[in-house]
Each structure stands twice: as structure tokens, then as C-alpha cells.
């Protein structure tokens, strides 16, 4: 019902940038939440940055002043905006979003991940 594209991860050097993005489509009527989340081998998903529908974010610890998230509404896409990146940053990044389907129905969704790796 919903698909959610991913893209933007990759290898980069420590103080390195790169952008997340992903796209959500389908039968979708609105979208509440956006977030991602990570998770490496061996560990629980965790969240990493979310961002309601007015705007309202919360961002993990290990991430705060290093990380931005944003969503462009219009084209139902939040992107995840990250400096500084340090090693233990590696991780599978996963897009999540929740909202409200055309004919009615809840919905939660994930992406398929796209590997982060911050290595020298």
C-alpha cells in the first residue's frame, strides 16, 4: 500500500557529510510522523531522528547538533542531513512513517535500510 524509497548512504570519512532521503508513495491520504532509525549487527533498531507532521523533532543524544532532519510535505519525502560523522555512525539507516490510508485505514511503513559506513 506504501512504498518508501530510500537513498543518499554510502562510504564516507570521519567529519564527512551525507544526505538521506526517502520518498513514500502510494494510497496515502496523510502522513503524521517521519523518522529514521538505525541499527547494526548484533543491536536493537534505534531511533535516530524524528519529525511530526507540524514540524516537531526529537533527535537521539548520540546525534543532537550533528544531524538535521526535514520533510518536504508537498512530496511526501524527509530527508536526514548528517555532519560530522563519526564511525560509530555505521549502521543500516531505515525510513519510517505513519499516517492515514485513502480509504480510511492506519498505516506504518518501513524502507529497506541503506547502508552508512564512516570509515577512514
Known amino acids: 500500500q506504501v512504498q518508501l524509497v530510500e537513498s543518499g548512504g554510502g562510504l564516507v570519512q570521519p567529519g564527512g557529510s551525507l544526505r538521506l532521503s526517502c520518498a513514500a508513495s502510494g494510497s496515502i491520504t496523510s502522513i503524521s510522523a517521519m523518522g529514521w532509525y538505525r541499527q547494526t549487527p548484533g543491536k536493537p533498531r534505534e531511533l535516530v531522528a524524528r519529525i511530526t507532521n507540524s514540524g516537531a523533532t526529537n533527535y537521539a543524544d548520540s546525534v543532537k547538533g550533528r544531524f538535521t532532519i526535514s520533510r518536504d510535505n508537498a512530496k511526501n519525502t524527509v530527508y536526514l542531513q548528517m555532519n560530522s560523522l563519526k564511525p560509530e555512525d555505521t549502521a543500516v539507516y531505515y525510513c519510517?512513517?505513519?499516517?492515514?490510508?485513502?480509504?480510511?485505514?492506519?498505516?506504518?511503513?518501513w524502507g529497506q535500510g541503506t547502508q552508512v559506513t564512516v570509515s577512514s
Open positions: 519510517n512513517t505513519n499516517g492515514i490510508l485513502t480509504y480510511g485505514a492506519d498505516f506504518i511503513s
